[in-house]
């Protein structure tokens, strides 16, 4: 299974950006995609994850804010990022799990300026 990103880049604050998150190879129909991101000095973590059923999951500091969702025919995630911040500058990875293994696709830089 590989996993293409896109759509990272550079925002000012109170700016919109949107990730992209394509799937491909033999993937198992049920699985939750999901983007984590990584800010220098500090651990990966959650952003937002959806369920092949359409459960959707958010870290607190991106509620209201933030919106996954997901194209189950074409195995692509999106992340729609609204009313940005410097502190949400990182590096975003893409995750797909199953409940045999994860996957993980390359980081894409979104840099927030104030």
């Known amino acids: 299974v590989q996993l293409q990103a896109s759509g990272g880049g550079l925002a000012q604050a109170g700016g919109s950006l949107r990730l992209s998150c394509a799937a491909s190879?033999?993937?198992?129909?049920?699985?939750?995609m999901g983007w984590y991101r990584q800010a220098p000095g500090k651990q990966r973590e959650l952003v937002a994850s959806?369920?092949?059923?359409?459960?959707?999951n958010y870290a607190d500091s991106v509620k209201g804010r933030f919106t996954i969702s997901r194209d189950n025919a074409k195995n692509t995630v999106y992340l729609q990022m609204n009313s940005l911040t410097p502190e949400d500058t990182a590096v975003y990875y893409c995750?797909?799990?199953?409940?045999?293994?994860?996957?993980w696709g390359q980081g894409t830089l979104v840099t927030v300026s104030s």
């Open positions: 995750n797909l799990e199953t409940w045999y293994s994860a996957y």
């Open positions: 190879g033999s993937i198992f129909s049920i699985n939750t």
């Open positions: 959806i369920t092949s059923g359409g459960s959707t």
